[in-house]
């Protein structure tokens, strides 16, 4: 049986500049791509702290 997809959306967390990317995957491929984006699009900075900021902010994917 596959790994439960997980997925993050900006929409859901609204910022200056009204970002609408969803990113879905592995538990571990969200978690890698949503920290990337968080310091390219969002000015944040690769920490312990922001990782584990989004890892709990990921949801359960319907796709």
């Known amino acids: 049986m596959a790994a439960q997809r997980k997925s993050i959306d900006c929409r859901d967390y609204p910022s ?7 990113i879905s995957g592995t538990a571990e491929e969200v978690l890698d ?8 699009a969002h ?6 702290d922001l990782r584990d900021q989004i890892k709990s902010m990921l949801k359960d994917s319907n796709d």
């Open 43 to 48: 000015g944040h900075q690769n920490t312990a």
């Open 16 to 22: 200056e500049k009204n970002c609408s990317l969803k």
């Open 33 to 40: 791509a949503a920290v990337q984006h968080a310091v390219s």
